[in-house]
């Protein structure tokens, strides 16, 4: 049975949410508004659908409709989501600060739908053309917005300062934020750098190869320049990971030659953050917040203290009480989570990481050797680099940067299955 749609309810729903992936990078009440749009249109869509039949919802191969069951390879998939998604509410009813944990429902929820929709919506080519047009936009708002940013001291969009270090001047951008922006870095650059790789046939092409070269080193520019070690790193093992699984081995020579002479020239207050005990202060801090974390683990270690409410529960559960980086997040985006809605949470959703990542490399396999690959794999190493950087900050509390994270995986599932126009 095809789908069927209304055209215009989609068309305003794809605008929206390509205003809102603009929003993410500096305007949250924008994204919130952008979001509600989206959603409603896409609603009225769906509704506009059932007064000729029952609607369907083709999720990259997962059909639902009315006596029709989610489909084959991915059933393991989305119904790892699904009890995800459960435990999460489940920890609401069982917080120990509910209104924390009620707020936190809509957290979780909100960038959700935006995966569900932006994997419904983006499917077609005009669709897509349009999302390319937003996501380009988007970072060269941003390229230019934190390029002021470092000449003149300030962004223009937001007025946020650049952040003074002792190995200069960190650039925020219009996030406020070097993690914010260093999590939205990492998942753009692999898109530009390896449509660049593509093998251009035509005279047009080529010309395009070249501008997402260069794309990609102003985003390799701008990283360097947020002075953050952790998303730098994420993204040196993601594409480390993708050279191996396409067996790009003098790729992974002239990387690991690159990444040596890069960290020769890196000052060394990039590399070492010393404290007042002249020991490593990121590491240090970093394991006394995961000791921290296992505490809260252990003692509630089903359902947690609730959704969104680690940094308000977590100082009554340790049991070191050590002086360092006191009432913190985890800075490990896995540990708080489980801390929150508890082991079981946290292994159903890495269970639906690893099967996303099976399946998109499945998709991307029988795409091999054209041009569609390089932009799925593209995709799927960005979306890898925010999940190593997970493990070391809190992009995936971040608002906008959990958002970023589900949007593009969104756009993942639909360009692996897409319908004509």
């Not at 997962?62 to 059933?75: F, P, T, Y």
Request: aromatic share 14%; charged share 15%; glycine share 8%.
């Amino acid at each position: 049975m095809r789908n069927i749609r209304n055209p215009d309810f989609e068309s305003s729903a794809v605008i929206s949410l390509c205003v809102l992936w603009v929003s993410t990078t500096f305007a949250i009440a924008l994204m919130e508004i952008a979001l509600v749009g989206a959603l409603v249109l896409w609603g009225l869509g769906k509704w506009s659908a059932t007064r000729k039949q029952h609607p369907v919802l083709d999720l990259g191969g997962a059909k639902v409709n009315a006596g029709c069951s989610v489909g084959g390879k991915d059933r393991l998939m989305w119904g790892s989501l699904a009890v995800f998604c459960l435990i999460v509410l489940l920890s609401f009813f069982f917080s120990e600060y509910p209104k924390q944990s009620f707020r936190g429902i809509f957290k979780i929820a909100k960038p959700i739908l935006v995966f569900i929709m932006a994997a419904s919506l983006f499917r077609t080519g005009k669709a897509q053309s349009r999302f390319d047009v937003a996501f380009l936009i988007t970072f060269l708002i941003v390229t230019l917005d934190s390029s002021v940013q470092y000449a003149f001291g300030r962004d223009v969009l937001r007025g946020f300062p650049a952040q003074a270090s002792s190995a200069g001047l960190r650039l925020v951008g219009p996030f406020g934020d070097f993690g914010k922006m260093g999590a939205y870095l990492i998942l753009i650059i692999p898109v530009f750098l390896l449509q660049g790789w593509s093998k251009p046939v035509t005279k047009g092409m080529r010309r395009d190869s070249l501008y997402a070269l260069l794309l990609a080193a102003a985003g390799f520019v701008l990283l360097y320049l947020t002075r953050c070690r952790g998303p730098v790193l994420a993204l040196v093992v993601s594409f480390f990971a993708l050279a191996l699984y396409k067996r790009w081995f003098k790729a992974i020579g002239i990387g690991f030659l690159l990444f040596l002479a890069i960290l020769a020239i890196t000052p060394r207050g990039m590399i070492i953050h010393l404290d007042a005990e002249s020991k490593e202060q990121s590491i240090i801090e970093r394991l006394e917040l995961a000791k921290r974390a296992f505490d809260v683990i252990k003692a509630r270690p089903w359902l947690g203290t609730g959704i969104n409410t680690y940094n308000v529960a977590h100082e009554k559960y340790d049991t070191t009480q050590n002086w360092r980086v006191r009432g913190y997040y985890a800075h490990n985006g896995y540990l708080q989570l489980a801390a929150e809605i508890g082991i079981p949470g946290i292994f159903f959703f890495i269970l639906f990481l690893i099967l996303f990542f099976k399946r998109g490399l499945r998709e991307a396999k029988a795409a091999r050797g054209s041009p569609e690959e390089l932009e799925q794999l593209g995709i799927l190493t960005g979306l890898l680099a925010f999940l190593l950087y997970a493990m070391a900050d809190t992009n995936l509390q971040s608002p906008q940067s959990l958002m970023s994270f589900w949007f593009m995986a969104g756009v993942l599932m639909a360009r692996q299955k897409p319908q004509l126009p």
